[in-house]
């Protein structure tokens, strides 16, 4: 009895898998289109190369000249003004420049 219950449950087994691996897989995409929106915010970010002067001398009476460009990465259509000064110490000269995008 026990050895007939076996060979009837693993028939069983059999029948169920091949019954599953004869159905075809069903497979479908669906596209749609959705109502996407996003705000960007105003924003500047500021950038510069190092402004090294290297070694100065006071008993010299030359200055020690050196350059640094400064970038302003704004989002489009942001306005600013970029602007430097002749700084706070005493005896600060020179031109100040300054951008501006309106």
Known sequence: MIRLRSLYMG???GALVAALSATPAISSTT???I???ATSLSSC???AT???FGSYSAATSSPNDATSTVTA???SGT???LALDAGTTSG???PCPSATRS
């Open 31 to 33: 596209t749609t289109t």
């Open 35 to 37: 109502a996407v929106s």
């Open 50 to 52: 190092p402004l090294a």
């Open 73 to 75: 990465t704004c989002t």
């Open 45 to 47: 970010v500021v950038a």
């Open 79 to 81: 306005p600013y003004t």
């Open 11 to 13: 028939a069983a087994a």
């Open 92 to 94: 600060s000269t020179g």
